[in-house]
Every structure is written in C-alpha cells, then in structure tokens.
T-cell receptor
Framework: QKEVEQNSGPLSVPEGAIASLNCTYS??????FFWYRQYSGKSPELIMF????GDKEDGRFTAQLNKASQYVSLLIRDSQPSDSATYLC???????????FGAGTRLFVKA | SQTIHQWPATLVQPVGSPLSLECTVE??????LYWYRQAAGRGLQLLFY??????ISSEVPQNLSASRPQDRQFILSSKKLLLSDSGFYLC????????????FGSGTRLTVV
C-alpha cells in the first residue's frame, strides 16, 4: 500500500515567520512531488512541483526533496494570514495516473 | 486559457437515489480527466481517470461509474447512492503528454441522507 504521510496539525505560526510543512512517502519509485493549497470548502490549487533532489524556490515558497530519506517539505517564508489553509502533499510516478495524496496539514498564521 | 467547470456545487440526495455530476474543460483538446473524492479528514482518493473519449479506468470498485461522451466532458454517475458516497467530489484535468500537477474544478459537495 503506497502511502503519503503528513502531520494533520494544526501548525500555528505568527505572521512573518517561516512555516515548515513536512511529508514522507513510502514508494521509493516515486518521481513527482507536489504541494497543493486548499482553503476551507474550496478545491485544491497547485503551489509547486519538484522532480529532483534539492530545493526549488518560487517566491515565498520553497519545496525541498530528499529521495534517499523519502521526504519532501514546503517552506513558506514571511507567512501571511492569507496562507492559512490546508496544505496537501502529493506523490506520484511518471505521469498523473497514480498520484497519492496525503491527508493534509492545516496551517494557521496568526496576525 | 484553460478552464474547468464542475456542477452542481452542492447536492443533498437521499439514499438510493441516482447521481450525475458533470465536468467540462475549455481551452484545450484531448485532456486527461480525473474524478477524485475527498472524505472529511482524509486525502484525495482517485476514483476514475480517462485518457480519451470512451476510455475509462476505475481505481476503486464501488457503485459509481464514469463516462466520457465527448473529448472535454467527464460525467460521474451512480444508480443508487449509499451513505458512504457522501464527500467532496473533484474533477481535474492534465495535459495529455506532460504532467505538472492537476488543475481541479471547484468541486461538488455531496451529502447523502
């Protein structure tokens, strides 16, 4: 059974701090890694994807991948109250058909 | 630009009633289409995916079915709903030859009573 594990939270950080969200996965053959943001009652929206080991930065977001440790993380710098949402980690093979989602981590940014 | 439409937004149905949820994509051709379900506190569960008209792959055996009558139309159906069918149903699409993550529709919140 392929699994993607996330701490359900809530993770609470003050405004302006760095939020660190973590995810582990069980399938060593995984090749694609994604972070989605989901506001309450809304559908998920893609924030970032990463395919190679290391860091990938996009604005205030940094995705980090360590395939040896089967670990992927998302850092949000200068956190804002508008970042308060559930963040879903998704892991897949080569293509979209076998993507497995974690249950998500709730992030709360305090103003 | 590409857009994905999904309706209805909310639905309350009695046990044993039929279901039909519809999803359409605009601005692209030959998309890969997906139906996901999200139960409270759980990850998204892939129900069906389709790589072309009339081509449906089922991931989870259940009382739901899917159809793709047109290139950019994807329908989720049931003949008789169960209480366990309640959840947030999401349609998504990806481009056929590359995968950089899903684009989801706005979702349908189904409550079976």
């Amino acid at each position: 059974q392929k699994e993607v594990e996330q701490n359900s939270g809530p993770l609470s950080v003050p405004e302006g701090a760095i939020a660190s969200l973590n995810c582990t996965y069980s399938d060593r053959g995984s090749q694609s890694f994604f972070w989605y943001r989901q506001y309450s009652g809304k559908s998920p929206e893609l924030i970032m994807f990463i395919y190679s080991n290391g860091d990938k930065e996009d604005g205030r977001f940094t995705a980090q991948l360590n395939k040896a440790s089967q670990y992927v993380s998302l850092l949000i710098r200068d956190s804002q109250p508008s970042d308060s949402a559930t963040y879903l980690c998704a892991v897949g093979g080569n293509g979209g058909f076998k993507t497995i989602f974690g249950a998500g981590t709730r992030l709360f940014v305090k103003a | 630009s590409q857009t994905i439409h999904q309706w209805p937004a909310t639905l309350v149905q009695p046990v044993g009633s039929p279901l039909s949820l519809e999803c359409t994509v605009e601005g692209t051709s030959n998309p890969n289409l997906y139906w996901y379900r999200q139960a409270a506190g759980r990850g998204l569960q892939l129900l069906f995916y389709s790589v072309g008209i009339g081509q449906i792959s089922s991931e989870v055996p259940q009382n739901l079915s899917a159809s793709r009558p047109q290139d950019r139309q994807f329908i989720l159906s049931s003949k008789k709903l169960l209480l366990s069918d309640s959840g947030f149903y999401l349609c998504a699409w990806t481009a056929g030859q590359s995968f950089y993550g899903y684009t989801f529709g706005s979702g349908t919140r189904l409550t079976v009573v």
